[in-house]
């Protein structure tokens, strides 16, 4: 949220919106007036999808923190995803639950926030082609240890997750708000969408501090963030973990939407999903992740409609929507690398500048 | 400044807007959500059912056939006027046999397409991971296409699950107990999928064949390369090799077999042993040098319907004449016929559960199965408000020239140490009405 | 022993398909410096072709040559539509494009040819052979795949040691500018680089595919070890590739084989970082350390 509505960031003049944490709780609150309004208008169904929406928005989120703001690229975050879902998998079955919701959220971003680390640290020095290697071989191997060691995650067939009960407290409100009955898939969407705001809001100061200055000037030129006395490594491993933690919340919210974490959830595509949504949206920004993350869960609808329209089977049309996916990311790198949050920006800019220019 | 007031009035009125939208709900919704949930997915003409198979990936060679049989049916029946003047609607979704994939289409079947029920959901890792949420969702979750135990074994847990075809344990059993007594100095290795198929029947295998087992390999779904488990098998010098596996894996067990000289005896699963699909994956793979079905030529394996090959058979002569009128390209095939007594079961069922069957009637109904109904399977259900377990048991064949030559009379049992004994009901020799559509009397 | 052998053997035929695709990421580095991770579905792609002329009744060999040119002229394709524009930009960005392509071949092929298990032929026989008590688990096809990749590298070495345009093409790679003075087309070199390097892929997918299923998604795990053996050597030298390949190839067998099979993705990533961490320059760098 960083970036998100610019007319608003520039009229604003009182104290209350200059500030930046101000800024961004406003408009998280505006987000979550949002979110209920939306959750509350739609069926289970769209529900369902909009979890779906959360969970790839909360990851992509993360990623393009790191690769938007720190400069690094990772196609190993469906591997931290999946770290994250086993957590919550392993913490969050049976009829009696280790943890509450809340607890199994936080006990999975640390998971992750902490393996992150340790992956980090190697990460950090290694750049380019060599760390996109690496972070892939990443995502192919970690599903293979929840094959291995099936006795405790279930190998193939994976760990079932029970579905969270709603709270009488949290029912309670709700029907107070909207004279409507919570559902299970209803309170999962909640769920996500609520650790969407918070983990939005926590990036986008975080950006917007020195630490995000900081990771900014390693992205931008290495030799001069040393000179400046930036610890790279440092930085650079800080990024990592955000970025994981973000991962790890993610396959958190995911395991309790799909009901189930099993290695089939985080194949290499779901990394390089994640990968095309921050492409789409605009490296480094966090409104771009989201639009990525709203494309990808609801543009193969609109593909698969178009490609049955044009006469191809069922099994053929589904296969449209990566193609598009795939072809908007190469004409995104050679026609708009800034994506799309980016490139309208930059229109945006230009138009403002031209305004502001008699004056 | 004035530009932010505007935005401040904007965000306002959504927030009213939104406050009077939800205002208007209060009251009127609250009774309203539960009254109709049994009639979901059911009108005066139309009946609308669904289920997930793997149409691509590495079980849909053979298993993609299924639903095309089942659908074969419920057209021959729709087009003889339906069932209770109700057209039978199936929706079929893709999941690669991939159980992240199930729940999402699940999800799309049960929450958007509005299923009455969900018909032959195939698979044990994948409709493992969408069985409990059918089961909260109260959709009944009739004659899943797997032999897992867990279909069945806890009613009160899953009301609304049924199972079909013989569970593995009961299939390990007769196995089990055939490969004791017929062959007792074999030295058995096992080649068994990593998960609840291969688990649920090594139970089975092992009340016979404890001592016998020399070696056990384990593969995953999706990973092709098996040379190392069979190679594993191999070097313990199993000499009979015991394999719960899909149709793909028959075939590339084969092939790893030929490549590593290894020639035990195979004994593979029903689920994976028609000589028809493995042979021609197995012929292609090496350009005609191995021919049709004969790399399969003695091997044995089970039966509980009868297959292609029994051409004189009542059953597949109906199946037959349903196909030729109402099936898509290719022939008849196994996995067809598999679909089709499936589709028959369901007809029965919607029958059974009356004039105006609600998701409660049709659960009673299949609980209250009269085990002397005629039907395809050639042993009685087991249906009960105890078990939900599917057809007794099944008789050991052995494949010469791609057909089965029965080597046991039909056997039954069930899961546990249940007795295996030679089944006298009959089942096995019914025939099907004149019309090829069952007629069976509303339950209770 | 028995196993041991098995083992051995069966990893070391298919080190020859890893060091034939670490070879093609190679060829490419060096002109380039890009990891072309679309390497393996563009692999895949030409396998398919040959697979739709087999099945159309036409006999292995023809498909085999087919699969071939038809990467050399994706690999042409690719760089001049593709790539050329990122050719010394930001290395993020290559990364990504050659993702971006990856998903589109991907797609590309389960549109156009079905996402089905498809079974490949292989021309040669699939029995093992039998030395007396021992069983030797190296097939017809084994020993072809061997053959077929030694022919090709002392074909490749052959001509970047002994013809003109070799010659030319490692000036290119070397120096682009330098090359270019001295009146070498450099573009048309780097096209031609990568059109080779297609080819080599295209061999080692036809190699893994032989007596195997075929399906969108078959060569992906490749790209993964075929990176791995390629840093192995250094990402740098041919010659490193083929020998990262083979010892890749049969560690990698015996993890499978005496650990489990599901733990080899894992192996070649500890493989990896071990070799990222401790010796960047590749196992038989004498130079100074460089950046990775």
Redesign the interface.
Known sequence: MASLPL??AK????TL?QSTLWRHLLLAV?GL??V??VL??T???RN?QLA?MAYLGIAAGGLTVLTGLNGQISLGHGAFMAIGAYTTALLYQGTEPVLPVLGVLLAATLVALVVGAAVGVAAARLHGPYLAGATLALAIAVPGIA?FF?GVLG????L?V??PEVPGWFADILFF?????VS??KYVAYIGWLSLIVTFVLLANLSRSRVGRIWRAVRDDEVAAEIAGINLGRARVLAFLVSAACAGLAGAVMAMA???T?P??FTLTLSLTLLTAVVLGGLGSLLGALIGAALLTFLPQVVTGVGADLGLS??QS?ELTPLVYGLTMVLVILLAPAGIVGSVRGWWRSRAEKAHKPA | ?K??TR?LTM?TS??TT??V???C???S??EA?GASASEVGITKSSIKIGAHFP????A??GY?EIPTGMKAYFDYVNANGGVNGRKIEFVVR?D?Y????T??VT??LA??EQIFAMVGGLG??TH???V??LN?EKVPDLFVSSGALQWGDDVEAKPYTFGWQPDYESEGKIIGQYVAENMPDAKVGLFL????LGRDSEKGVRQFLDKQIVAVQR???????V???I??L??KGADLVLSFNTP?YT??SQ?VS?????KPKWFYANIGSDPTLVGS??S????G??DGASPLDGVLTTEYISGVDSTDDPWVKLWQKVWDENGGKGDLTNYRVYGMAKAYAFVQALQAAGENPTRESIVKAVENWDPSTAGPELAPFRFSEESHMGISGMRIVQLEGGVSKPLTPVLVTDTGDAPIKEDTSGQGDDAPPANGIPDVKPAG | M??FL??AL?GLTLGFVYAAFALALVLIWRSTRIVNFAQAPMAMITTYVALVLIDAGVS?WVGFVAALVAGLVLGAVVERVFVRPVEGKSEINAVILTLGLFIVLHALAAVVF??????????F??????AGEL?I?L?GFGIFTIVAVLVVMGLLVALFRFTDLGLKMRASAFNAEVARLLGVKVGRMLTLGWALAALVGSLSGLLIAG???V?PS?MDSVVVYGFVAAVLGGLDSPAGAVVGGLLLGVSLSFV??YVG??LVALASLVILMLVLLLKPGGLFSHAAERRV
């Open positions: 007319p608003l009229v604003g003049r009182s919106w505006a007036v949002v209920v309004l509350e208008g069926s289970d169904f369902a779906a094959l099936d190998g193939e067939q994976g079932n029970r579905l708000l909207t004279a409507h009955d299970s898939s799909v009901r189930l099993a089939s959830g069922d099994l589904a | 400044m530009r932010w935005t965000v959504v927030v939104g406050a939208v939800a205002a709900g209060a009251g919704s609250r959500s149409l691509t990936g590495v849909a060679p993609s893709d690669g991939n159980p992240t994939n729940s999402q999800n799309e929450l958007k044990t890792p493992a991971a969408v409990d949420f909260s999928q990593d998960d609840d593969y995953t779904s999706g990973n092709t390369d040379a190392p488990q190679a594993g191999q070097a793909s075939a590339l092939l030929m490549k590593l000289n290894y994956l197995l292609k793979f090496s350009e040098k191995v | 028995q196993q098995t083992t069966t292995y079905g996402s089905r298990y498809r079974s490949f032929p292989a021309p026989g699939l029995h093992g052979f039998q069983r688990a097939t007596g195997s299923l399906h078959y499978s084989g099979s599901e």
